[in-house]
């Protein structure tokens, strides 16, 4: 029986390439979260990855870890939110604190990494905030790097997808095996 699951939404492809990697390297079964109703079919599992994009701080799908924590808190989680911003300290902590639930702030393990943008995937409500948020820089006359980078991923879709990125991930999941209790049948 395989011992790790994930659990994924990807609304423009860029985290579906992450899980895709991250099956290439551990053997794990995976689920998309909305197929999931409940969390029933992850009781099963020792370790437990939810891979989602971000948008606006928040990690799309997790609702369904969120509401359902109670049923996995004796299981390892591992959170993976994908989005455009660089991986950064102050990123990873505002993360956190907009989607960890109370309480299990230390239990739950969160990584950062970089996806990418397609506006043209985007659907509405997303798309507009884009509109939005390009025609407010195109209006700065003084932008500065991380703005002008921005209106570059908006203006002609960014792919900041890497492999190396999932390294920490896969470390994270050997250092969890380390710890693992075997069962052994004593005769």
């Known amino acids: 029986m395989k011992k790790y ?16 990697m991250l099956k290439e390297e551990i053997d794990c079964d995976v689920f998309e979260a909305k197929k999931l109703k409940n969390l029933n079919p992850l009781l099963k599992y020792d370790l437990i990855i939810y891979a989602g994009s971000v948008m ?3 990690i799309n799908g997790f609702k369904i870890i969120d509401k359902n924590i109670y049923d996995i808190e004796n299981k390892k989680i591992i959170i993976v939110a994908v ?35 397609d506006v043209n995937k ?12 390009k025609k407010r820089l195109l209006s700065q006359p003084n932008r500065n790097e991380a703005e002008e980078e921005m209106l570059e991923a908006i203006l002609n879709g960014a ?29």
């Open 83 to 117: 989005g455009l911003t660089p991986p950064l300290d102050q990123v990873l902590e505002q993360l956190k604190s907009s989607n960890i639930p109370f309480g299990f702030e230390d239990k739950i393990k969160v990584f950062q990494l970089r996806g990418g943008l």
């Open 5 to 20: 699951a994930i659990v994924y939404c990807s609304k423009t492809g860029f985290t579906k390439r992450y899980v895709d």
């Open 56 to 58: 606006s701080n928040r």
């Open 159 to 187: 792919d900041y997808v890497d492999r190396s990125s999932i390294i920490p991930i896969i470390e994270e999941i050997k250092e969890f095996e380390k710890h693992q209790v075997i069962d052994v049948e004593v005769v």
């Open 122 to 133: 985007l659907k509405f409500f997303p798309k507009m905030l884009m509109n939005s948020i």
